[in-house]
């Protein structure tokens, strides 16, 4: 079992862009043994302390093998609307983990 956490940062103005594209991505997850576990959209008061940029979203998913995760990566449904995702989002960090 692997979990990523993805801290994601949105353009300005482009979160219907964004959901669109999640829209396709979340339910591709499960094609290939995966599961979101929480999705979480931050507010100001969330954050007790911080040295970076507050991410617009941030999503905890678990793959059952690295070769999931990839396999999810390459999903050529995905793929064609990779253009919504680069048109919003600005940047990401991607934080690969396993559980303890």
């Known amino acids: 079992m692997i979990?990523?956490?993805q801290?994601?940062?949105i353009i300005e103005g482009q979160e219907?862009?964004?959901d669109e594209f999640e829209s396709?991505?979340?339910p591709t997850i499960l094609k290939y043994n995966g599961r979101l576990l929480f999705r979480i959209r931050p507010t100001?008061?969330?954050?007790?302390?911080?040295?970076i940029d507050k991410p617009y979203e941030i999503h905890l998913v678990e793959f059952e093998t690295q070769?999931?995760?990839d396999n999810f990566k390459q999903d050529e449904e995905r793929k064609k609307f990779l253009h919504?995702?680069?048109q919003s989002v600005k940047s990401s960090i991607l934080i690969q983990g396993t559980k303890l």
Do not use: C, G
Request: charged fraction near 20%.
């Open 3 to 5: 979990l990523m956490t």
């Open 7 to 9: 801290l994601i940062y």
């Open 16 to 18: 219907k862009t964004f």
């Open 24 to 26: 396709i991505a979340i």
């Open 44 to 51: 100001e008061n969330n954050f007790i302390e911080s040295h």
């Open 67 to 69: 070769q999931d995760f």
């Open 84 to 86: 919504l995702k680069n």
